[in-house]
């Protein structure tokens, strides 16, 4: 800001100094009320610039992550079988709970017509996908499907951190839901610094807690841009978890160079949001 206001006082002292050995005064005095005013134009648009920015960057650092309980590991599952009646809970209320998930998103987006809707099915709707939640069920949560936090999964995709600010505090006077634990990835990005807002979000009526993310549209298009990168890093994190040893030197700087490349991806994606660029999700998977 300082170097564009110096810049723009320079522009103002050269065209004073360049017009007054061959004008009249009344002619400087024009010129130079006109060039005052383009200046405080200028800069009145720079500080509003700099002032949204500010106001959205503050509320999302005002919105603290919350301590999410971790669940307690057990390794012997045969020691705790799949109740049935968890599952016959999960058949009866997941896809009532989905489709209110689906419903007050379409609330948010009466308000903001621009926010797309993303609601992939439920994880327990394949056999694939059952499996893994029984599994997940019982060794993280001695089968209690209440504690679970992704079986349902939403997502609200915003232009700009304008809308997606006003898109959180319409979720907060939800009837249906309730905000139970906050991840602010915002405020703190994920490692390869991919940024969104996760909610989970208690359905009032069954207990059961759904995840709903916040995101930015430029961010979820540089996702499948960086995804890339992401796999690579796990594959060199995985072979070494596996071999039990540390990184090499060559896989350090491997994963360090994968790491900047995949920061430099979403701080970008990140500053076109800020910019006010207009976007288009590039993936119309789970599209409501």
Do not use: W
């Amino acid at each position: 800001m300082k170097t564009k206001t110096f810049y723009s006082l320079a522009t103002v002292i050269f065209v004073i100094s360049a017009y007054f050995s061959h004008m009249h005064l009344e002619q400087k005095i024009n010129v130079l009320d006109t060039k005052i005013s383009s200046f405080d134009k200028e800069n009145k648009l720079l500080i509003s610039s700099i002032n949204y920015l500010l106001d959205n960057t503050k509320f999302l650092s005002s919105i603290p992550t919350s301590t999410i309980p971790k669940p307690k590991q057990y390794r012997d599952l045969e020691k705790y079988p799949f109740p049935a009646m968890y599952l016959h809970y999960l058949e009866k209320n997941g896809k009532k709970i989905r489709q209110a998930l689906i419903e007050e998103s379409k609330k948010v987006q009466k308000e903001i017509i621009s926010m797309d809707i993303l609601v992939p099915p439920l994880k327990s709707e394949s056999d694939k996908g059952l499996n893994r939640v029984k599994e997940k069920a019982i060794k993280d949560y001695s089968g209690d499907l209440k504690k679970m936090k992704d079986i349902i999964r939403g997502s609200q995709v915003f232009q700009n951190l304008s809308e997606l600010k006003q898109g959180f505090e319409l979720l907060k006077k939800s009837d249906v839901f309730e905000i139970e634990y906050i991840n602010n990835r915002f405020d703190n990005p994920a490692e390869g610094g991919y940024r969104d807002l996760v909610l989970f979000v208690r359905h009032k009526e069954s207990k059961i807690l759904a995840e709903l993310q916040l995101h930015l549209c430029s961010i979820i298009n540089a996702k499948k841009e960086a995804h890339g990168l992401y796999e690579e890093i796990r594959s060199i994190k995985g072979t070494a978890k596996i071999q039990q040893r540390s990184f090499t030197k060559e896989e350090q700087a491997t994963v360090a160079m994968l790491l900047k490349e995949s920061k430099d991806i979403y701080g970008a994606a990140y500053l076109k949001s800020i910019a006010g660029e207009k976007c288009v999700p590039k993936s119309k998977k789970y599209l409501v």
